[in-house]
């Protein structure tokens, strides 16, 4: 089956202008989660969205950042006014269980965005 | 606060070599840790997940790691490196019981290997 996709996979954008990406999660998978990853370091945890619950936004690094997810299926991730240091992968990920940390989260290829 | 630490940003072998990327975990209880690869182009993968079961993990494409109280590590291993294991590999452990969901990266190992 296929796996989680992600939309761009590449963005160049110019300073101040809002983003907008797309997370595709595996099939029936009730968790999904949304992580920034910087050049030549370790990801950061952004979201994450349980089913119905309230997403949990604790990472967001400020309120210029937003995700969105309808139901149990795509998700959006919005950057708007982007600055240089938005600069950085975005990564999804998706899981089948209930989210527990045990639960193996399967991650798609990534957006790489740029900011000029 | 739970935190990992790779002990190397970059390790280079010889193909048929043994492979040792090193990891030491921080955390106030008994925590789950995890190996993730990441190829390049490629989603994360994961490679095995240490929960408290057994101590010594063995995970996908020959890969294993140990579990070590004692010396808050769980350091990656493969007797034998092939020229396909060349890639980025992140140590994870898992921050508390009540968000366990939110996984905690190091900051990778780029493992070479040379012909």
């Known amino acids: 089956g296929a796996g989680v996709s992600q939309s761009p996979s590449n963005k160049v954008t110019e300073k101040g202008k809002d983003v907008e990406l797309r997370c595709d999660p595996i099939?029936?998978?009730?968790?999904l989660y949304w992580y920034r990853q910087r050049l030549g370091q370790g990801l950061e945890f952004l979201i994450y969205f349980q089913g119905n619950s309230a997403p949990d936004k604790s990472g967001l690094p400020s309120d210029r950042f937003s995700a969105e997810r309808t139901g149990e299926s795509v998700s959006t991730l919005t950057i708007q006014r982007t600055q240089q240091e938005d600069s950085a992968v975005y990564l999804c990920?998706?899981?089948?269980?209930?989210?527990?940390?045990?639960?193996?989260?399967?991650f798609g290829p990534g957006t790489r965005l740029t900011v000029l | 606060a739970q935190s990992v630490t790779q002990l190397d940003s970059h390790v280079s072998v010889s193909e048929g070599t043994p492979v040792l990327l090193r990891c030491n975990y921080s955390?106030?209880?008994?925590?789950?840790l995890f190996w993730y690869v990441q190829h390049p182009n490629k989603g994360l993968q994961l490679l095995l997940k240490y929960t408290s079961a057994a101590t010594l993990v063995k995970g996908i494409n020959g890969f294993e790691a140990e579990f070590k109280k004692s010396e808050t590590s769980f350091h990656l291993t493969k007797p034998s490196a092939h020229m396909s294991d060349a890639a980025e590999y992140f140590c994870v452990v898992i921050p508390d019981e009540d968000s366990s969901y939110k996984l905690i990266f190091g900051s990778g190992t780029r493992l070479l290997v040379r012909p």
């Open positions: 990920a998706s899981s089948p269980l209930m989210g527990f940390g045990t639960d193996t989260q399967y």
């Open positions: 099939s029936g998978h009730t968790a």
């Open positions: 955390s106030s209880y008994s925590p789950s």
